[in-house]
């Protein structure tokens, strides 16, 4: 007879780690009656996830389970060995149990299928899956382990077309590798991680490879850039920009050809970012010219040399815009930078450059480009 456990009730949220603690081993079934162990760790599937129907897999043998969970800050990190199951999550439970919750897993040892927006993955180990359970999804797990990253999607910042397009090319997109490896090194040296002072700063770093690695693949399955995601053309235009910045007749027609779009369209997309296109690309430009000019290395070069080779053809042009971005020409810069040096250990470089030493300058105060 088959171990059966199921559940449609409302989801009762404990956390992203499901048992509201920093680090917790949530589940040894070797510690529990054998009779119960199919509906324990049933239990525990959906304190780490959500409701969802789950039938033991006999041919996997005894029902067992191992789960453990540490927080990283915002993303929560599971590392689980179980056996054989056949799991389904269906609308009707995401509609009396809606979960925000996005799982990128990678399959430690035998294989698995998920099946999830009509697309079949079969895993084998080494290979990695993401779940959105606010989708319905069916997965048949053949028993072994997995280490997982959960968190909130909202976290990501990221259009839902982005994430729903992104599972079905992750394997294609050259970030994968890079953070599948991120995520097995991380499950294999968990205890010693979240016991670093940097535990929050390593979550953070997480959640920030999971959105590059979502929007590089969701890139990949559309070829018409019109058809993009809002968020993905914005971060190709950005990326775009800024490895152009010393070219000095870089401008909106320009950025329009290379991304396949009308100008129109660019200024369209453009325009719920907050600042100007033009406006941005002066302030990043400054930003560059303002880190050069505190530069011991850099002493030797002329302020205009340097203006130039970040993008300002015009010496009076560039004096004009630094001064209202800064309060300070960049001669008075230079000379209060390099006479001053600032103390790295105060420093904080989560910021950008220009916010570290000098007033805060606002981008909006920049006037548009002539």
Known sequence: MQARWSADSTHQDTGLCGVGVTMAIVLDTDKIDA???????????????????????????????????????????????????????????????????????????????????????????????MVDLAVPYQLVWRGGTVTALVLQVDQLGLSPETVTAAPAHLRRSPIYPLFANHLALMGESADLLHDDTATKQLGDSCLEMIRTLLLSAAALGNEDTTALPTDILLAQIRSFVRRRLSDPDLN?????????????????????????????????????????????????????????????????????RFRIAYG??????????????????????????????????????LPDLA
Do not use: N
């Open 35 to 129: 009779r119960d162990r199919a509906e324990v760790m049933a239990t525990a599937v959906q304190q780490l996830s959500a409701p969802a129907h789950l039938v033991h897999d006999p041919a996997d043998g005894p029902v067992r389970a191992y789960f453990e969970a540490w927080e990283f800050g915002q993303v929560c990190l599971h590392r689980t060995r179980m056996s054989g199951f056949h799991l389904v999550r269906t609308p009707k439970q995401i509609r009396l149990s809606p979960s925000s919750l996005l799982s990128l897993a990678i399959q430690g040892d035998r294989s698995s299928c998920l099946t999830q927006a009509d697309v079949q993955y079969e895993t084998s180990p080494g290979d990695l899956f």
């Open 252 to 320: 909106a027609p320009t950025i329009a050809r290379a991304h396949s779009i009308s100008l129109r369209y660019l200024y369209q997309v453009w325009s719920g970012t907050g600042p100007s296109l033009e406006q941005w690309i002066i302030a990043e430009r400054l930003d560059r010219v303002h880190s050069d000019l505190a530069r011991e290395d850099t002493r030797h070069r002329s302020i205009a040399a340097i203006a130039y080779s970040h993008g300002f053809r015009h010496p009076s042009h560039f004096t004009r």
């Open 328 to 365: 300070i020409t960049p001669t008075e810069w230079r000379r209060a930078a390099l006479e001053s040096p600032v103390d790295t250990a105060t420093v904080d470089y989560s910021l950008p450059t220009r916010w570290r030493k000098t007033p805060v300058p606002t981008v909006d105060s």
